[in-house]
C-alpha cells in the first residue's frame, strides 16, 4: 500500500463556540473511534495528523493541511459542518470520509457528499479503503463490517491523540475508555437495541488503567459503554486488580437495573462518582429501570427512592429522560417529572427531544411509514434543537408548553438551590450550577421558549412542524449560517434538505402510509 497523509478530524460540535461550558468540557467529549483510525493508520505506515475540533479552535487554521485522504468523525448534528468540510478539503485535492454516528444514521444523505460513508469499522474495512483510496463522485461508497471490531487498541496506544485532546480541556481532563460495546437490552427507541453485546479485551483494560495511573496522580475515566456494568463482575474484578482503592475516578452511562445496592457499594470503593442512568419515560421502558410494570406516580416514586439510594453511594448523578414518547399524553408526564425532582432534587435532569436518527433504531421505519418524520437539518438533531418526530399525542404548541414548563421548573433558582444542597462534593455541585446556567439549562428554556412563541407567530415555522410546508423557516437558516461560522460558504448545494423517509425507501417500503399536513391538536388516539 502506498503511504498516505492522512488527517482524521473528531468534530465534537457542530461549529464555532464561544460557551464557557464547552471550553470547559467539549474536549472531554470527544470520540474514541477518531483515535482508533488515526492509530490504525499510524500502524499501516501512513503519516497521520489528528485534529480534535471542539468549538474553540480557528478551524481554517487548523484544518489538516494538504492530506490525500481525511476521515471525518460526526455525530448528526455536525453533519452539515461535516459536508462543507468534506467539499472544503476535496476543493484541495483530498478524497473523504465520514464515520461515526451521522454516517451509520443517515448513509443515503452523507454519500453526496463524501467518497466513502462507513457503517462498523474495523481494520479490514479501514484498509480497504486505504487500499482503494480514491474519489467516487457523484455518489460515495458506502462501505461497512458485518458487526462491531472485536477489539479496539487502548488507551495506551492511542494516547499521543488523547494527550493532544485533553491539552485543550483546562480544568477538568476526562479519559475516554470502552469496556464493551452493544446493549442486552432492546429499548426500540436505541441504536443499541439491535447491536449485540460483546465485552472488549479484559487485558486491554487493565494494561490502560495501569498506564493511565504513570499519567496523571489521580486520573479521570469516562466509560463510552452504551450501557456500562453488563457484566458487572467482570469489569469490576479488572478494576480491582489494578487500581488501588481510591486512585481513579469514573463516570458512566449505566441503566438503573445495573445499580442495585451492592453494585453501589462495589462502584462507591472502586471510585465511581458519576453515574448517568436513563428513565426516558414513566410510563414505558419498565425493564431499564426495574420498574417492571409501574407505571405514573408509582414509577416516580419507585426511581426517586432508587435515585436517593444511589446518592448515598455515588455523588454525581444525571437522569436521562426522553420527551413526546409515544405513550406519554397530556402534562401528567411533564408534571411527574416535576415531581421527580421534588423527590430526587439531587438528580440533575437531562432531557432529549424524541429524535429519529435516520436507520438508527428499527423504530425509526415505523415513524417513517406513519409519516410522521419531519425534515428538521441535520444540523438541529441534538435532541434538543428539533423533534423531528410528529408527538403521537400533542400539538406542537401543548407539547412545547410542557417542554417549557419543565425546563423552567428544573432550572428554576429553587430546582438550582435544592441540587446544590442535596449535592455532597465540591465539583458536582460546582458542574450543576455550571451546567444549570450555561446552554444547556437556561440556554434551553430560551430556545424553546423562542420555538413556543413562534409557533403562533411565525407562520412558516408553525406550517414547517406540522408537515405542510418542507421550506425551512427563516429563523433555522439564519441559526444555522451562524452556527456554521465560515464554514456556510463552503456549505454543498442541496446540503441543507434530506430526505426524512431515505431509509424507509431504502428498506424497500413504499411512501409513507400517512401523509403530513394535519394538525395534531387533540390526541391521535
Ligand atoms: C458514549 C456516547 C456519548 C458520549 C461520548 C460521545 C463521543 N464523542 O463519542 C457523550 C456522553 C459525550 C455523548 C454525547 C452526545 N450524544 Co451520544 N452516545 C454515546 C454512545 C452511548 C456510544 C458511542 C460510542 O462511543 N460507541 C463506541 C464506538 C466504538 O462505536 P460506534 O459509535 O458504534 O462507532 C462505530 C462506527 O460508527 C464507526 N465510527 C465511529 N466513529 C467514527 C469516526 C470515524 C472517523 C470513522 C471512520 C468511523 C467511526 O466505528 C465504530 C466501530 O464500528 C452512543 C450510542 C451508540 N452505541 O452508538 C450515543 C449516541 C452516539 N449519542 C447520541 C447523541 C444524540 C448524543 C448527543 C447529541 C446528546 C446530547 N443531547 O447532548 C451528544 C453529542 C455529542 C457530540 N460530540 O456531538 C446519538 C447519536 C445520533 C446521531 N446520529 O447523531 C447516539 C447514537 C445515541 C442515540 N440517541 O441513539 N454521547
Ligand atoms: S439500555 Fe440504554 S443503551 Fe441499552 S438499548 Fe436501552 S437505551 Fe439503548
Redesign the pocket.
Known amino acids: 500500500m502506498r503511504k498516505l497523509r492522512v488527517g482524521?478530524i473528531d468534530l465534537?460540535?457542530k461549529g464555532p463556540s464561544s460557551s464557557m461550558y464547552g471550553r470547559v468540557m467539549n474536549a472531554n467529549?470527544?470520540?474514541?473511534?477518531?483515535q482508533v483510525?488515526a492509530t490504525w493508520c499510524e500502524q499501516d505506515g501512513h503519516d497521520v495528523t489528528y485534529f480534535c475540533y471542539t468549538g474553540h479552535e480557528d478551524i481554517l487554521e487548523e484544518l489538516p493541511k494538504d492530506c490525500d485522504i481525511a476521515?471525518?468523525?460526526a455525530?448528526?448534528?455536525?453533519a452539515q459542518f461535516a459536508y462543507a468540510l468534506s467539499h472544503l478539503l476535496r476543493s484541495r485535492g483530498a478524497v473523504t470520509?465520514l464515520?461515526?454516528?451521522?454516517?451509520?444514521?443517515y448513509p443515503q444523505d452523507a454519500a453526496k457528499y463524501f467518497d466513502y460513508v462507513?457503517?462498523?469499522?474495523?481494520r479490514d474495512i479501514l484498509d480497504t479503503v486505504l487500499e482503494d483510496c480514491q474519489p467516487h463522485r457523484p455518489l460515495g461508497q458506502r462501505l461497512a463490517?458485518a458487526q462491531?471490531?472485536l477489539e479496539?487498541p487502548g488507551v495506551r496506544e492511542r494516547w499521543k491523540y488523547v494527550e493532544a485532546t485533553l491539552e485543550k480541556a483546562p480544568l477538568i481532563k476526562i479519559v475516554?475508555m470502552?469496556a464493551s460495546?452493544g446493549c442486552p437490552y432492546t429499548c426500540s427507541f436505541?441504536?443499541?437495541s439491535v447491536?449485540p453485546y460483546q465485552p472488549l479485551d479484559s487485558e486491554v483494560l487493565k494494561e490502560d488503567l495501569r498506564f493511565l495511573l504513570t499519567k496523571y496522580k489521580r486520573p479521570r475515566i469516562g466509560w463510552?459503554d452504551?450501557n456500562f456494568g453488563v457484566r458487572f463482575n467482570d469489569v469490576m474484578e479488572a478494576i480491582e486488580d489494578v487500581v488501588p482503592e481510591g486512585k481513579i475516578d469514573f463516570i458512566a452511562?449505566s441503566s438503573l437495573s445495573l445499580l442495585s445496592e451492592d453494585h453501589l457499594q462495589r462502584l462507591r470503593a472502586n471510585g465511581f462518582k458519576a453515574i448517568l442512568p436513563g428513565i426516558e419515560s414513566w410510563y414505558d421502558m419498565g425493564n431499564k429501570s426495574k420498574t417492571g410494570k409501574r407505571q405514573g406516580l408509582e414509577k416516580v416514586e419507585a426511581v426517586s427512592d432508587h435515585i436517593n439510594m444511589i446518592f448515598r453511594y455515588i455523588p454525581y448523578i444525571q437522569t436521562n429522560f426522553v420527551l413526546g414518547l409515544d405513550g406519554d399524553s397530556g402534562p401528567e408526564p411533564f408534571e411527574l417529572t416535576a415531581r421527580f425532582l421534588d423527590r430526587a432534587p439531587g438528580a440533575f435532569p437531562a432531557y432529549?427531544l424524541l429524535?429519529a436518527?435516520?436507520q438508527?433504531?428499527p423504530l425509526n421505519l415505523d415513524y417513517q411509514r406513519a409519516g410522521r418524520v419531519l425534515p428538521f437539518p441535520f444540523h438541529f438533531?441534538?435532541?434538543?434543537h428539533a423533534m423531528n418526530v410528529k408527538p403521537a399525542n400533542y400539538g406542537w404548541p401543548e407539547f412545547y408548553d410542557n417542554v417549557v414548563a419543565v425546563s423552567k421548573y428544573s432550572f428554576s433558582w429553587r430546582a438550582i438551590a435544592r441540587r446544590y444542597r442535596a449535592t455532597r462534593e465540591r465539583i458536582p455541585r460546582w458542574m450543576n450550577m455550571l451546567r444549570a446556567m450555561s446552554s444547556e439549562g437556561f440556554g434551553r428554556i430560551r430556545y424553546h421558549t423562542e420555538i413556543r412563541r413562534r409557533l403562533d407567530e411565525d407562520r412558516g415555522l408553525r406550517d414547517y412542524f406540522e408537515g405542510e410546508t418542507t421550506t425551512l423557516p427563516q429563523f433555522f437558516v439564519d441559526r444555522l449560517k451562524r452556527d456554521l461560522g465560515p464554514l456556510w460558504d463552503w456549505l454543498p448545494d442541496g446540503a441543507l434538505q434530506h430526505d426524512p423517509n431515505a431509509y424507509l425507501a431504502e428498506a424497500g417500503d413504499t411512501k409513507p402510509k400517512v401523509q403530513m399536513g394535519t394538525r395534531t391538536a387533540t390526541p391521535l388516539n
Open positions: 482524521v465534537v460540535t467529549l470527544a470520540s474514541i473511534m477518531p483510525i476521515f471525518i468523525g455525530f448528526t448534528q455536525a470520509v464515520g461515526g454516528p451521522h454516517a451509520r444514521c462507513l457503517g462498523f469499522v474495523d463490517a462491531q471490531p479496539l475516554p470502552l460495546l436505541c441504536i443499541d447491536v463510552h452504551p452511562e432529549s429524535t436518527f435516520g438508527a433504531a438533531l441534538n435532541n434538543n
